[in-house]
């Protein structure tokens, strides 16, 4: 059977699930769409789609791109695949109060225009089921603190790719220490030329090196959060 006769509509739940896997890793926009509607239909809640399509086929899509079996270009397709189902959900989980893993505002830092990495932590902190506020490119301090008085966000994620920018990242956490909210936040830090040294030495809670770790990462810190919060 070649792949243009799968029929979505006329898959069990299960196949169409395990279908969906398959397209997301295969960065398929109109089948999510298609596979998410259908699922709706069927009467799935909005946050079982959400969780068991979408963000499991995601955690594969992370994975693979962990291990290297997948590269930036294929995981963006699948990122935007994601978003596509993602739009057709959102409306439909604000509306139920569905649980989210946490809020996270993400930006670039001052004098930096590269966002291909911070797009994809994004892209799959969304797929893993957090709410991302992103500030996009060359953010100095000031955007940085506005986003987290009005979000208040649980994450903070800062990136930069050139040498020069990346100590501006010192100077918003420098900031945030004054303004003594640095311990609300989890703050990570991502980029090429960055190291787990330099995120000790900036103070940052974590350096990330890539979107699947960032993910992890992210849950990791927040889990240990809600516990430490006796929830």
């Not at 699948?78 to 989210?100: C, H, V």
């Amino acid at each position: 059977m070649s792949d243009d006769e799968i029929i979505l509509s006329e898959l069990s739940d299960e196949d169409l699930v395990q279908q969906m896997h398959d397209d997301l890793y295969d960065g398929l926009k109109e089948e999510i769409e298609e596979g998410t509607n259908i699922l709706l239909e069927r009467g799935w809640a909005p946050y079982k789609v959400l969780t068991e399509a979408l963000v499991e086929g995601m955690r594969i899509v992370g994975i693979d791109f962990r291990d290297g079996i997948l590269f930036v270009p294929e995981v963006l397709l699948s990122a935007n695949a994601m978003k596509a189902g993602m739009s057709i959900l959102r409306p439909l989980l604000a509306a139920t109060d569905a649980p989210k893993q946490g809020k996270m505002v993400i930006g670039t830092v001052k004098g930096d225009i590269h966002d291909i990495g911070k797009n994809l932590v994004g892209m799959m902190m969304e797929g893993a089921g957090f709410e991302v506020v992103d500030l996009g490119i060359n953010n100095d301090v000031d955007a940085y603190l506005a986003a987290i008085e009005k979000e208040q966000p649980d994450i903070l994620g800062m990136s930069a790719l050139l040498t020069t920018t990346m100590p501006y990242m010192k100077v918003v956490i420098d900031t945030l220490k004054e303004k003594q909210i640095r311990d609300d936040l989890i703050v990570l830090v991502g980029g090429a030329p960055l190291n787990e040294e330099f995120g000790k030495a900036v103070g940052a809670d974590a350096y990330c090196r890539d979107a699947a770790v960032t993910v992890e990462t992210a849950k990791d810190f927040i889990s240990r959060k809600h516990n430490s919060m006796g929830r």
